[in-house]
């Protein structure tokens, strides 16, 4: 029976020394013939903070599924740490707050809890280190205070803290934000982003999916600009011109004066319109 339980436990992949965090080489996504994702190639460092930044439909969730491992590309490789993505435990992955059942009957705690899953086994009781654990992974974004409160009943912006907990308490080194801040007020914003600054000193590796240019120029170390295909990525003044967003948004576009790239005219995408992410 010991040896039963032994083989649920989850299956942990090596990180091989000197790995980048990401390679994703040559990855495409087809559903049902139509391509969701067309021969995307990049790498990322440990430690950085990367935008991924385009309009509905452009493959953003899709991408992050194929990092994940929650999908298998139609070709090309991802490695994580210089494997496949689905022998790791220490990808976190926060998905949109609107695929989420905010009525499920869980705590706060409860909910951090679930990251350490991969840690503890299927079908084994938490011990008292993994329950200081997540409270250590609350204080960290602040929320200790609201370990007892049923999840639904927290703002937007305390549910996104709560989620990056979960990733905290699983001990995630490379963390996938599928559009945190949408529909949060700046206050909330402002304090997702701390977060992100302070878990720079554990080199923990950040990819956030984003519509907001502006943030993205600003907060990140590089921006990734994707529609199905990756269009460019870079520093903010490698990637944010006319001729990069044009590519990316097509006619849903409006030039408006000022903004940090004035110089260059800066372009606002219009992405209030459209279908869901594939």
């Not at 951090?112 to 200081?132: A, H, N, Y």
Request: with cysteine; net charge negative.
């Amino acid at each position: 029976m010991a040896q039963s339980l032994q083989q649920l436990r989850y299956p942990v992949a090596r990180h091989e020394p000197g790995a980048p965090s990401l390679v994703v080489e040559h990855v495409s996504m087809r559903f049902n013939g139509v391509t969701a994702l067309d021969d995307i190639s990049f790498e990322v460092n440990t430690g950085e903070r990367i935008a991924v930044v385009g309009p509905n439909g452009a493959g953003k969730s899709t991408l992050f599924n194929v990092i994940s491992g929650a999908l298998r590309p139609s070709s090309g490789q991802i490695h994580v740490f210089g494997h496949e993505p689905g022998g790791h435990i220490c990808i976190g992955y926060v998905p949109q707050r609107n695929r989420i059942d905010w009525s499920f009957p869980v705590t706060v705690s409860d909910v951090v809890m679930m990251g350490r899953v991969g840690k503890i086994g299927l079908f084994r009781w938490p011990k008292q280190k993994d329950w200081q654990v997540v409270e250590s992974a609350l204080a960290r974004v602040g929320m200790e205070g609201l370990a007892r409160r049923q999840i639904g009943e927290l703002s937007g912006g305390q549910q996104q803290r709560v989620f990056i907990a979960r990733a905290l308490a699983q001990e995630a080194e490379l963390l996938l934000l599928d559009e945190p801040l949408t529909g949060l007020d700046t206050p909330s914003q402002e304090a997702i982003l701390g977060i992100f600054d302070s878990l720079k000193a554990d080199d923990i590796t950040i990819l956030v999916a984003t519509h907001d240019l502006d943030q993205a120029s600003t907060y990140f170390d590089r921006m990734m600009l994707l529609n199905r295909r990756l269009i460019a990525f870079g520093k903010a003044d490698e990637v944010y011109t006319p001729e990069h967003l044009v590519a990316t948004y097509g006619g849903h576009l409006h030039v408006l004066p000022g903004g940090k790239m004035e110089e260059k005219r800066l372009l606002v995408a219009d992405t209030c319109c459209g279908g869901g992410e594939p």
